[in-house]
């Protein structure tokens, strides 16, 4: 069964640049969306952005400015990067794969990491 | 884009129903059925209970269900159990190729 890792530093400074790499344990990357979700402790989920095999991608309004997801499909991974963190980024960071047109609902999840904004 | 609006809580007694409603706008819920719902019990990740409004991935169990009326999507779950205490999210295409998540409804079996 297809499975989704999350990885990446737990601890990222003020101002600095949070970067996560979502692992597909197969090959099944080249063929749906792809995308980034966070849940601050406590409270709700938030949608990140995602990206198509493609290389297309889309983003949050409210991130954009911020947000940049990348692909590498020979290496089964897709990976985000938010600029300028602030303890406002502290969150569960999960990695989902979107299926249906668009790739709107979300049938596979990591597990999850959290990423913790602080000096 | 606002979060959907959700009950921050609902809760039933083992084999009644209830209903979670998600309320949108005209520009999400109400102009796609493209409605999701997510179960996430505490410290895992969310798990899709219905997507496209209301349809059941495979695995999940009937006594949940979809639907949609204007604004509003909702969730229902019959024969509640206790397994079923949770939070649940739905989630809605937005438009403009964007998502948005619902506030979130905490289910207590009582």
């Known amino acids: 069964q297809v499975q989704l890792q999350e990885s990446g530093p737990g601890l990222v400074k003020p101002s600095e640049t949070l970067s996560l790499t979502c692992i597909v344990s197969d090959d099944s990357i080249s063929s749906y969306y792809w995308s980034w979700i966070r849940q601050p402790p406590g409270k709700g989920l938030e949608w990140i952005g995602y990206i198509l095999y493609s290389g297309t991608t889309n983003y949050n309004p409210s991130l954009k400015s911020r947000v940049t997801i990348s692909i590498d499909t020979s290496k089964n991974q897709f990976s985000l990067t938010l600029s300028s963190a602030t303890a406002a980024d502290t969150a569960v960071y999960y990695c989902?794969?979107?299926?249906?047109?668009?790739?709107?609902?979300?049938?596979?999840w990591g597990r999850g990491t959290l990423v913790t904004v602080s000096s | 884009q606002s979060a959907l609006t959700q009950p921050a809580s609902v809760s039933g007694s083992p084999g009644q129903s209830i209903t979670i409603s998600c309320t949108g706008t005209s520009s999400d819920v109400g102009s796609y059925d493209l409605v999701s719902w997510y179960q996430q019990h505490p410290g895992k990740a969310p798990k899709l209970m219905i997507y496209?409004?209301?349809k059941r991935p495979s695995g999940i169990s009937s006594r949940f269900s979809g639907s949609k009326s204007g604004n509003t999507a909702s969730l229902t779950i019959s024969g509640l159990q206790a397994e079923d205490e949770a939070e649940y999210y739905c989630?809605?295409?937005?438009?403009?190729?964007?998502?948005?998540f619902g506030t979130g409804t905490k289910v207590t079996v009582l």
């Open positions: 989630c809605s295409y937005a438009g403009s190729s964007t998502s948005v």
């Open positions: 989902a794969r979107g299926q249906g047109w668009g790739g709107w609902y979300f049938e596979l």
């Open positions: 496209e409004g209301t």
